[in-house]
């Protein structure tokens, strides 16, 4: 089935020769993995590939071969879109999710949409859609191996797990696919050392991200009957221990595994008024439907969204949305 949606996109690669790659604002293991296997895997064929991030790529992906080479949109002296044969967004569920790199759509002669997000709003040339994939880098992994069966690498191995591992919270959350394991599984037989990659994504946290940690933990506030956890992560937290938004990844957690919460949501002072918005949930709450309320999206127990407004408000108007929600 896959297979046969995969096919015009095999085709415009198979055709192409010189492509763009876009990984989502505020990068994830998974954008940024999948990047890199589609990349890795299009250069190992011949091809030219750019890689372009809004943001800068998480520090602890540093170790993935080839992550040096993202670069911002509009950096490389000449990103005229059309200077492509296709431009490939990799988990990106809506145009705004690619930042600065949004104006590639209206350019391109050849637009590709491979995300696994049920609120992608199709919006490319050709969108390959796969609400029940684990992650984008599942959906990579499927399409190289309908290209060229025989090849795969140790870097497209790696880029692929971490993209797998980091969307699935290390194989534990219920987007959890026979085919992740699958391909982990493949991922180990051809030599990929899980420990180092284990080490690279989860455990190795930092003296002043364990000192934002503290920080946000001591912000926990419950709310409705101690269903709802919200954690904050300020300007001047970030100040303190010189750290910036990204590195408030994963504190969300803390909220939703406490016993009896059904929705926990992490704030994040972007800047003064705007404020990001981390949602997980367990069972009770649909965590895209409330993140779509504020033009965000994401999974049924993983979303987020942006809001125009101070910390205060965001959660003020997030608790109103969540009275409707908890039944
Ligand atoms: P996180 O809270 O880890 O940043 O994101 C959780 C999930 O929600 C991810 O799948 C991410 O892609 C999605 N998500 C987070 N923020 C937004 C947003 O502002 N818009 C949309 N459409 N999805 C988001
Ligand atoms: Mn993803």
């Excluded at 990106?92 to 350019?107: I, P, T, V």
């Excluded at 926990?264 to 409330?290: H, M, P, Q, Y």
């Amino acid at each position: 089935m896959r297979a046969v949606k995969m096919m015009p996109i095999i085709e415009a690669l198979k055709r192409g020769k010189r492509f763009a790659v876009i990984a989502h604002i505020f990068p994830d293991g998974d954008t940024i993995g999948s990047c890199l296997a589609l990349a890795n895997f299009l250069m190992d064929h011949g091809k030219t590939v750019e890689l372009f991030c809004h943001d800068a790529p998480p520090e602890n992906l540093a170790f993935l071969p080839g992550i040096q080479n993202f670069i911002r949109p509009g950096q490389n002296g000449q990103a005229k879109s059309d200077a492509y044969d296709a431009v490939v967004c990799l988990d990106c569920s809506d145009e705004g999710r690619l930042g600065d790199a949004a104006y590639f759509l209206e350019q391109a002669s050849c637009t590709i949409n491979i995300d696994h997000h049920a609120t992608n709003t199709v919006y490319a040339d050709i969108n390959f859609v796969e609400p029940e994939a684990s992650s984008t880098s599942e959906l990579v992994f499927d399409l190289i191996q309908e290209m060229d069966n025989n090849y795969f690498s140790l870097a497209v191995y790696e880029a692929i797990y971490t993209g797998i591992a980091t969307d699935t919270g290390n194989f534990g959350f219920s987007n959890t696919t026979p085919a992740a394991h699958r391909i982990a599984a493949q991922a180990i037989e051809y030599g990929l050392d899980v420990d180092k990659l284990t080490r690279a994504l989860f455990r190795n946290t930092t003296e002043a991200r364990v000192r934002l940690l503290a920080k946000a933990l001591s912000s926990l506030e419950m709310h409705c009957d101690d269903r709802v956890a919200f954690l904050t992560v300020s300007r001047s937290m970030l100040e303190e221990v010189g750290l910036d938004v990204n590195d408030a990844d994963g504190i969300v957690n803390y909220g939703i595994d406490i016993v009896g919460v059904e929705c926990a949501a992490l704030f994040k002072e972007i800047e003064k008024g705007r404020t990001k918005v981390s949602l997980r949930t367990k069972g009770v709450v649909d965590a895209s439907a409330l993140a779509a309320r504020f033009g965000g999206g994401g999974h049924a127990r993983a979303a987020g969204c942006l809001i125009n407004a101070s910390i205060e408000q965001a959660k003020e108007q997030i608790l109103e949305a969540l009275k409707s929600m908890l039944g």
